[in-house]
C-alpha cells in the first residue's frame, strides 16, 4: 500500500501531492496524475476522496458527466465512510452531485442530494449559514427551472430571503 511506498506519513504526502497538482498542473496533466494520486492512496484516508472529488469535478469541468458521477458518487461514499455525514467535504460533495445531476436533467436525483445536505447543513450550521443559504438557492433554481414546479421554486426563494 501506500505506507510502504510513502512511509508512515503517506497521508501528508499524498495531501501536498493533491495540492501541488491541483495548483501547478495543466487540466490536460491534472487527470493523470490524480489517477497516479489515487492508486497510491490508501481507502481509510480522506485525501483519498478529495481526489476522487476533484476527478469528478474535473470529469464534469469537461463534459463527461457519467463517468464524473461515478467518481462523485464514490467520493460521497467514502467521505460518509472515513468523514461521517456531517462532515463540510461530505456536503460538498452532495452538493457538486446536484449541480451535475441537473446539467444532466435528472431533477428529482438532485433533489434527493440537495435535501440530504439542506437537513444537515440546518442542524450543523444553522438556516442562516451562506453554505445553507446556497442549498436552498440550488434547490430553488432546479425547482423553477428544471421541473417547473414554480410554488415550491418561491417556496425556496423565499426561504433564502428571510435567512
Same mark, same amino acid.
Given at each position: 500500500?501506500?505506507?510502504?511506498?510513502?512511509?508512515?506519513?503517506s497521508?501528508k504526502?499524498l *495531501?501536498?501531492?493533491?495540492?501541488?497538482?491541483?495548483?501547478?498542473?495543466?487540466?490536460?496533466e491534472?487527470?493523470?496524475?490524480? &489517477?497516479?494520486? &489515487?492508486?497510491?492512496? *490508501?481507502?481509510?484516508e480522506?485525501?483519498?476522496?478529495?481526489i476522487?472529488?476533484?476527478?469528478?469535478?474535473?470529469l @464534469?469541468?469537461?463534459?463527461? @458527466?457519467?463517468?464524473?458521477?461515478?467518481?462523485l458518487?464514490t467520493a +460521497?461514499?467514502?467521505?460518509?465512510?472515513?468523514?461521517?455525514?456531517?462532515?463540510?467535504?461530505?456536503?460538498?460533495?452532495?452538493?457538486?452531485?446536484?449541480v451535475? +445531476?441537473? *446539467?444532466?436533467?435528472?431533477?428529482?436525483? +438532485?433533489?434527493? @442530494?440537495y435535501?440530504?445536505?439542506?437537513?444537515?447543513?440546518e442542524?450543523?450550521?444553522g438556516?442562516?449559514?451562506p453554505?445553507t443559504?446556497?442549498?436552498?438557492? *440550488?434547490?430553488?433554481?432546479? @425547482?423553477?427551472?428544471? +421541473?417547473?414546479?414554480?410554488?415550491?421554486?418561491e417556496?425556496m426563494y423565499?426561504?433564502?430571503?428571510?435567512?
Amino acid at each position: 500500500g501506500s505506507c510502504g511506498l510513502l512511509g508512515e506519513d503517506s497521508a501528508k504526502a499524498l *495531501n501536498a501531492a493533491y495540492k501541488c497538482c491541483c495548483v501547478v498542473l495543466s487540466d490536460g496533466e491534472k487527470m493523470a496524475e490524480l &489517477w497516479r494520486l &489515487w492508486e497510491m492512496a *490508501n481507502p481509510e484516508e480522506a485525501v483519498t476522496y478529495d481526489i476522487v472529488h476533484q476527478g469528478g469535478c474535473e470529469l @464534469y469541468d469537461q463534459g463527461s @458527466y457519467e463517468v464524473a458521477k461515478a467518481f462523485l458518487l464514490t467520493a +460521497l461514499e467514502g467521505r460518509r465512510r472515513v468523514l461521517g455525514d456531517e462532515h463540510k467535504d461530505t456536503l460538498d460533495t452532495m452538493n457538486n452531485l446536484g449541480v451535475l +445531476l441537473d *446539467n444532466m436533467e435528472d431533477y428529482e436525483g +438532485l433533489l434527493d @442530494y440537495y435535501q440530504q445536505a439542506l437537513r444537515v447543513q440546518e442542524k450543523v450550521l444553522g438556516k442562516t449559514h451562506p453554505s445553507t443559504m446556497g442549498t436552498v438557492m *440550488n434547490m430553488a433554481i432546479s @425547482y423553477m427551472d428544471g +421541473l417547473k414546479d414554480f410554488e415550491k421554486a418561491e417556496e425556496m426563494y423565499r426561504l433564502a430571503l428571510d435567512g
